[in-house]
T-cell receptor
């Protein structure tokens, strides 16, 4: 089963614009991670935020976490064509040994 | 190795055949995971190894699926009597620490093995 649900399912923007993707989840978590996937193959870890953190930055990425609403958002600022990919949130919860992924958001950045 | 290596990258087989997919994790990573990803979906957990033992195989869909990691490094996912519904990309990932240990666990994924069952 998939814990997270990303929103929107697809997002199309122009280079230089910001892209915001949202993730909602169902159970309590220890941490939430965002991964990127190009061309339907391997995933690459982008950023991790722990349950006691509210915001985290890494380069052009900004992640927020609201545990009361069981939601997270990923903001990519000043997007580039190379950011075109699918983005997945994944949660790690106590009592589970697995990282559970959502269905992903497909981001298309046009030059 | 420098990354997680999966072979074959593509496998086309006929319904009913037996298939093996191989994963070579990052050297020194004790934890290894298999996920399956269907088109338009996120990765779904299959099985998790800590060392040589399967710590959690709750994601294996049925007894046609089996995985081993005999020496705590390379793992093989085995699928018997393949069905068309088994067609998917099979992803392997490894991490330095297994879940349940203190701290964060970040997965490094391989490029995947795309299985097509005709």
């Amino acid at each position: 089963s998939q814990q997270g649900e990303e929103d929107p399912q697809a997002l199309s923007i122009q280079e230089g614009e910001n892209a915001t993707m949202n993730c909602s989840y169902k159970t309590s978590i220890n941490n939430l991670q965002w991964y990127r996937q190009n061309s339907g193959r391997g995933l690459v870890h982008l950023i991790l935020i722990r349950s006691n953190e509210r915001e985290k930055h890494s380069g052009r990425l900004r992640v927020t976490l609201d545990t009361s609403k069981k939601s997270s958002s990923l903001l990519i600022t000043a997007s580039r064509a190379a950011d075109t990919a699918s983005y997945f949130c994944a949660t790690f919860s106590s009592g589970y040994s697995t990282l559970t992924f959502g269905k992903g958001t497909m981001l298309l950045v046009s030059p | 190795g420098a990354g997680v290596s999966q072979t074959p990258s593509n496998k086309v087989t006929e319904k009913g055949k037996y298939v093996e997919l191989r994963c070579d994790p990052i050297s020194g990573h004790t934890a290894l995971y298999w996920y399956r990803q269907s088109l338009g979906q996120g990765p779904e957990f299959l099985i998790y190894f800590q060392g040589t033992g399967a710590a959690d195989d709750s994601g294996l869909p049925n007894d046609r699926f089996f995985a081993v990691r005999p020496e705590g490094s390379v793992s093989t996912l085995k699928i018997q009597r393949t069905e068309r519904g088994d067609s998917a990309v099979y992803l392997c990932a490894s991490s330095q620490q297994g879940f349940g240990t203190p701290g964060a666990n970040v997965l490094t994924f391989g490029a995947g093995s795309r299985l097509t069952v005709l």
